[in-house]
């Protein structure tokens, strides 16, 4: 800035701010058309959230919430009380999906909270989570109090994708299974990968624009069996755990993660 002194004037709807000989003009709107948030953290419910937890499971949840503006449930974070009376976070965009436990409620609760929403409030620490039907309020530690609309949408029944335990076998991949598909990623992000498992080896193999990568090591299946995925989502998959729960090609692949699940669909020859 070229002055100390800052000057600032309002003209006909906009709003001018000054500082030396520099002039930025902005546009304004009426303040009855800032939508109004509901939320009174001396009156509404407060959810008993863990601060740390839920700050560690909504980094995690992101990368997994659909950037398709046309899927409007889906570009948030939906969490609900399951009959366990355990609230848990869900996040998908219809190829994977994450659902992970957050903490016990006594009473139902059913939200999708925006993932912009939840950006703002990433490296905050949490006291207090407020809700209603309409909105969620979050007080912080550093006294900044946060809220905003709830997506009112119906979020689709992900525990119908989600594969039972009985018939999943178990595919152990090694420790540095994500340097190696990081290797084969350098044929462009998310293009196919393919794995053919043997009950002692694997090949993961990548192959596009007359580009070739391959890879074999050692692994311990309980299954003989070709799969393919996307090769980012994999490695997504895979740097939360390296052990994969299976039933067959066509099926989706499962980790077990904190406490709940990644799934992962594969991809079609």
């Avoid at 002039?23 to 601060?51: C, G, L, M």
């Avoid at 912080?140 to 809220?147: I, L, R, T, V």
Wanted: hydrophobic share 40%.
């Amino acid at each position: 800035m070229t002055s100390t002194q800052v000057d600032i004037e309002v003209i006909e709807g906009n709003i001018t701010v000054g500082f030396g000989d520099t002039k930025a003009t902005f546009p304004t709107f009426d303040v009855a058309d800032v939508p109004s948030f509901e939320i009174n953290p001396d009156t509404d419910r407060p959810i008993p959230f863990d601060s740390d937890r839920f700050r560690t499971i909504v980094a995690v949840c992101s990368p997994y919430v659909s950037l398709d503006q046309t899927r409007m449930a889906l570009n948030g974070i939906h969490v609900s009380r399951d009959d366990d009376g355990i609230v848990y976070a869900c996040a998908t965009d219809g190829r994977r999906l994450i659902r992970v436990p957050i903490g016990e409620v006594a009473e139902g609760f059913d939200a999708i909270i925006p993932i912009e929403y939840l950006r703002l409030i990433a490296k905050e620490s949490i006291t207090h989570i407020n809700v209603n039907d309409t909105s969620i309020g979050f007080t912080c530690k550093s006294g900044n109090f946060y809220a905003g609309k709830l997506i009112n949408a119906g979020y689709p029944n992900v525990k119908q994708v989600i594969p039972p335990d009985n018939g999943m076998r178990k595919v152990v991949l090694p420790e540095d299974i994500v340097t190696r598909l990081k290797r084969l990623e350098v044929a462009g992000k998310g293009v196919s990968v393919t794995l053919d498992i043997t009950p002692e080896m694997c090949t993961i193999t990548t192959q596009t624009g007359g580009i070739k990568l391959e890879d074999t090591f050692e692994v311990s299946s309980e299954i003989t069996d070709t799969l393919i995925f996307n090769v980012s989502y994999l490695i997504g998959v895979v740097s939360a755990s390296n052990i994969l729960l299976i039933k067959d090609s066509s099926s989706p692949m499962v980790v077990n993660y904190m406490g709940g699940k990644i799934v992962l669909m594969p991809m079609r020859n």
